[in-house]
C-alpha cells in the first residue's frame, strides 16, 4: 500500500508539472488556475479530470509560440504600414545586397590573382 501513495504523488507531481508548463492557450475547458487548484483540491479526481479533459490532443499543433521578440509578434506586422517606407527599405536591402556581390567578385578577383 505504500507504493499506491507514492505512485498517486508522482502523477500529481506529473499533473502538476503538465499543466504549469502547456500552453494556455493548448489547455481544454477550464482556465489554468482552476486546473491547478482542481488537482490540489480534489487529488484523484483532479488528476484524473486534467488527463481525460484538459490535457491538449496530442496531435494539435501549439496555435502560437512566442519568439521572444515582442517586436514580432505584433499582429499584422508583415504588412507594409507606409508604403514610400516600405520602397525605401526595399532600395536599402537591394544596395546592401548589391554591395555584397561587388565585395565578393573584388575578394575573388584578388584570389585568383594571388594564385
Known amino acids: 500500500m505504500p507504493y499506491l501513495f507514492l505512485l ?8 502538476l508539472i503538465d499543466i504549469i508548463t502547456t500552453d494556455d492557450s493548448r489547455i481544454r475547458n477550464l482556465p489554468k488556475a482552476a486546473w491547478i487548484l482542481l488537482v490540489i483540491i480534489l487529488p484523484l479526481a483532479g488528476m484524473v479530470a486534467w488527463l481525460v479533459a484538459g490535457r ?3 496531435d494539435e499543433a501549439p496555435r502560437y509560440r512566442s519568439t521572444g521578440f515582442p517586436e514580432y509578434e505584433r499582429l499584422g506586422r508583415h ?3 507606409d508604403q514610400q517606407s516600405d520602397e525605401e527599405f526595399l ?4 544596395a546592401r545586397a548589391e554591395e555584397q556581390r561587388r565585395r565578393y567578385r573584388e575578394e575573388r578577383r584578388k584570389d585568383e590573382a594571388q594564385e
Open 56 to 58: 491538449p490532443y496530442a
Open 8 to 15: 498517486s504523488f508522482v502523477i500529481l507531481v506529473v499533473c
Open 91 to 94: 532600395r536599402e536591402c537591394r
Open 79 to 81: 504588412i507594409a504600414q
